[in-house]
């Protein structure tokens, strides 16, 4: 029912700059919180960003803060990830994922199919 898709991924050089979307459909966007996840590889999937569903709070893994800023426009359905001064570690496949709270932890519920972000010289 639900779906997302990235875009917006690339090739960038070190201390370059990106932006990736993710586009969501076939549920109501604004009732979610979402989240950015990232997989490198032989690495385990992490959890990189999050927004609440009215973009009020943010968060995000200390290796990324200060770089990264996750934002949302809820009248577009559409969550975003803007990634500054972009390390060669930053390269992985980058997710989006909307969840819901149960009380006691991030219930995700939807998952794109993810875009590639290489950083390299």
């Known amino acids: 029912q639900g779906q997302l898709v990235e875009s917006g991924g690339g090739l960038v050089q070190p201390g370059g700059s990106l932006r990736v979307s993710c586009a969501a459909s076939?549920?109501?966007?604004?009732?979610?919180?979402m989240r950015w996840y990232r997989q490198a590889p032989g690495k385990e999937r992490e959890l990189v960003a999050h927004?609440?569903?009215?973009?009020?709070?943010?968060n995000y893994i200390d290796s990324v803060k200060g770089r990264f800023t996750i934002s949302r426009d809820n009248a577009k359905n559409t969550v975003y990830l803007q990634m500054n001064s972009l390390k060669p570690e930053d390269t992985a496949v980058y997710y989006c994922?909307?969840?819901?709270?149960?009380?006691?932890?991030?219930?995700?519920?939807?998952w794109g199919q993810g875009t590639q972000v290489t950083v390299s010289s």
């Open positions: 994922n909307a969840a819901l709270w149960t009380g006691a932890s991030w219930a995700d519920r939807y």
């Open positions: 076939g549920f109501t966007f604004s009732s979610y919180v």
């Open positions: 927004i609440t569903s009215t973009g009020g709070r943010t």
